[in-house]
């Protein structure tokens, strides 16, 4: 807008400062917007090198985890392989445990029945010593201790399959403790007594000559070899020939020697009379007895205490019984004899 009174040089002035105002609009708009891309394109740039640099740090950084997992990669391979082949192994042992196992347990069960074996033939060998025992030796103790130790044996093996062997045993026990005991111990004893005290029993008085009478000397022999030869033959002759009187009672009188003998020889007759009792051979026992006793009143001093006591003691011996009648044992042998054939054609 012109102001009035402005000349027309003014007004062209002023016209063409406004054009220039509007011209010069579009030119600051345009290095505004060049200002303005310039900026944004440096800074794009910044970026876009900054992105760069990340991406290329990025870039690095996962080439660098790559080689690393790479590495993890093949070390867990190996890994993977190694317990692969440890795996391998360990079944391959795994499989050879179990062959052992079986192997084993095989072998048990063999060791087991060869025990079972070897305690039957050891039981079946016990019986048969108690059976001897008490049928061939009369010895009840004896025999009562196999069946005893035979029943111990089986007791600690605690087994069901031995019930009726056990059972068998048990009863074969029962009729042996049920005898009547006898006092073997104590018949020995009084025996050696009676044998230890022989030597202070006296004889009978004037049984005993003092002294031993010599023999007369024999003449002297001729020297002709064949009247020497008649004299020692007629001399000899004499000697075998002794005259005695049978129908007198009187006993000879006993040299000191013979009464040693004498002594010995009833000693010997006790000794004698206590292994019979050992074996249970009643006859013998009291065929001794009876003769130590016929010689006790025969040789020695009745009137004595220790021959009296010794004769009662005689008594009492001859009196005691040694025959029992035996049980039959043999139900346990042929229990065990009969387990034994169960188990052979069971393992067949």
């Known amino acids: 807008m012109t102001p009035p009174g402005a000349t027309p040089l003014a007004q062209d002035a002023a016209a063409t400062k406004k054009t220039l105002g509007w011209a010069s609009l579009p030119l600051l708009i345009a290095m505004l917007a060049l200002l303005l891309l310039g900026w944004h394109w440096l800074d794009s740039r910044q970026h876009d090198a900054q992105l760069e640099l990340n991406l290329g740090r990025r870039l690095a950084e996962f080439e660098a985890s790559n080689k690393e997992s790479g590495i993890l990669v093949r070390q867990t391979q ?12 360990l079944e391959q ?7 052992h196992q079986v192997a084993l347990e095989e072998l048990y069960q063999e060791m087991s029945r060869n025990r079972d074996e ?8 016990m019986l048969l010593i108690a059976s001897q025992q008490l049928q061939l030796a009369g010895n009840v103790r004896a025999a009562l201790i196999a069946l005893q130790t ?8 605690d087994r ?9 045993i048990n009863k074969d026990i029962e009729q042996l403790q049920s005898l009547p005991q006898l006092d073997l111990t104590g018949l020995n004893l009084r025996i050696d007594i009676l044998a230890a005290g022989i030597d202070r029993l006296p004889l009978l008085q004037g049984r005993v000559t003092t002294s031993m009478e010599k023999p007369a000397p024999r003449q002297p022999l001729p020297e002709n070899f064949w009247l020497r030869l008649k004299e020692e033959a007629w001399q000899d002759f004499k000697e075998l020939v002794r005259i005695q009187n049978l129908e007198k009672t009187e006993l000879p009188l006993l040299s000191p020697d013979q009464a040693y003998f004498l002594r010995e020889n009833l000693r010997l007759r006790l000794l004698s009379a206590r292994l019979a009792l050992l074996q249970r051979n009643e006859a013998s026992y009291k065929a001794d007895i009876k003769a130590a006793e016929d ?18 003691h005689l008594k009492q ?16 042998l042929d229990a065990a004899r009969a387990f034994k054939l169960a188990q052979d054609k069971a393992g067949k």
Do not use: C, H
């Open 295 to 312: 010689w006790l009143n025969r040789y020695f001093d009745t009137s004595d205490k220790a021959v009296r006591g010794a004769l009662n």
């Open 78 to 89: 190996e890994t993977v392989r190694e317990t692969q082949a440890k795996l391998s192994l």
């Open 150 to 157: 035979a029943e111990s044996r089986l007791q600690r093996m």
């Open 317 to 332: 011996l001859e009196q005691s019984r040694l025959s029992i009648d035996l049980p039959d044992i043999s139900g346990s």
């Open 93 to 99: 042992k795994i499989a050879e445990s179990q062959s």
């Open 160 to 168: 069901p399959q031995f019930f009726t062997l056990r059972k068998a």
């Open 118 to 125: 070897w305690v039957l033939a050891e039981i079946e060998q």
